[in-house]
């Protein structure tokens, strides 16, 4: 019998990384570079976890760069009827 993989958690999967792309790209520690996802029914929080040193970089003057990153997560999270929130912890 072969198992199924639900499409949805695949996109949601696909987020992660999403933001995952584009936060190791902005900072000069990507190792660092921490995601994950605490998911409810219609809404799913990503958090996005930096070295401390580059946390002005995934967010950005006036914050632009961390406004940029959720308005792509918002897009990308309309194509499969979901709402996603993209939490930066300090």
Do not use: W
Not at 25 to 40: I, R
Not at 46 to 58: N, P, T
Not at 69 to 75: C, E, G, P, V, Y
Request: no cysteine.
């Amino acid at each position: 019998m072969v198992k199924r993989i639900n499409p949805l958690f695949v996109e949601v999967v696909r987020m992660k990384e999403l933001i995952a792309t584009i936060a190791k790209a902005l900072v000069d520690n990507p190792e660092a570079v921490k995601v994950s996802e605490v998911e409810g029914e219609k809404t799913s929080v990503i958090e996005l976890v930096v070295a401390k040193e580059d946390l002005g970089k995934v967010i950005g003057k006036q914050g632009r760069t961390a406004r940029a990153m959720r308005t792509i997560l918002s897009a990308a999270s309309t194509k499969i009827n979901k709402h996603s929130v993209l939490e930066i912890i300090e």
